[in-house]
């Protein structure tokens, strides 16, 4: 499902540029994704329309989170710290911050491995039609090997 997430970021600019589902859906079958994967998507998709539907702009109050014992386990320790840094640094505000926990909860399972939540957090900005500064788009795609040190 996350690797059809990406491949819609990277081709279409908002969400609203992505072509009806059922024409999605072939174009996604044709890229070589499999039927179950884009059916999981376009389901996550809808969830993520409906919560990004209730976030009218990206600024609300400061809010201290506390995580309940389900969100905790799907999250993990990794997540819950990387959702942390993104409200430390301004980037992620409270209502942003409740559709990635949201949508995290929505895939099930856990500990969500923490490229996939950077998928999540990428997805939810693009649902609102934003995009995150360069420092945190090298946050959200180099992986910390790969990084220069200067």
């Not at 589902?21 to 994967?37: H, I, N, Y």
Request: hydrophobic share 45%; glycine share 8%.
């Amino acid at each position: 499902m996350f690797d059809v997430l990406v491949y819609l970021y990277e081709n279409y600019w908002r969400p609203d540029a992505c072509p009806e589902p059922q024409q999605l859906r072939r174009k996604l079958t044709a890229v070589g994704f499999e039927s179950d994967e884009i059916q999981d998507a376009l389901r996550w998709l809808d969830g993520l329309a409906s919560s990004a539907e209730g976030v009218t702009g990206q600024q609300g109050p400061a809010s201290l989170r506390i995580y309940t014992e389900a969100e905790r386990e799907v999250l993990g320790d990794d997540s819950i710290g990387f959702i942390s840094f993104l409200e430390s640094a301004a980037v992620l505000p409270p209502p942003m911050r409740e559709m990635v926990v949201d949508r995290a909860m929505a895939v099930g399972g856990g500990p969500i491995d923490l490229d996939d939540l950077k998928v999540i957090v990428l997805m939810v900005f693009w649902s609102l039609g934003e995009e995150p500064d360069a420092l945190i788009l090298d946050e959200l795609f180099v992986d910390p090997e790969d990084r220069l040190i200067h």
